[in-house]
């Protein structure tokens, strides 16, 4: 049974950082985009940013240059690092597997697996 955990949410100041973890249990991804999605109030759930084993990322325009993705292969755990955060970065935030080799799909129906969701919450 797939199972995937995220951690390091939290409220935080605009302009401040945040580390999001997402440990994956039951499956190996390697090939697979991990991927994390957010969601707003009243808004639909977005692609944020993927990763696939081998180096290959992908950013949505919103967080180009502030959010960094990466994957720890050895312990199945993808993580988003955030940086100058704003107050519309807040969301809950979901991680989330591919159901691709090599492809990080935008579109949040090509993904198999999730979260349970962790709450970002960014203060002007």
């Known amino acids: 049974q797939v199972q995937l955990v995220e951690s390091g949410g939290g409220l935080v100041q605009a302009g401040a950082s945040l580390r999001l973890s997402c440990a994956a249990s039951g499956g190996t991804f390697s090939r697979r985009c991990m991927a994390w999605f957010r969601q707003a109030p009243g808004k639909e759930r977005e692609f944020v940013a993927g990763r696939w084993i081998g180096g290959s990322t992908v950013y949505a325009d919103s967080v180009k240059g502030r959010f960094t993705v990466s994957r720890d292969n050895v312990k199945n755990t993808v993580y988003l690092e955030m940086s100058s955060l704003k107050p519309e970065d807040t969301a809950v935030y979901y991680c989330?597997?591919?159901?691709?080799?090599?492809?990080?799909?935008?579109?949040?129906?090509?993904?198999?697996?999730w979260g349970q969701g962790t709450q970002v919450t960014v203060s002007s």
């Open positions: 989330a597997v591919g159901r691709r080799d090599y492809y990080c799909d935008l579109r949040r129906l090509e993904y198999d697996y």
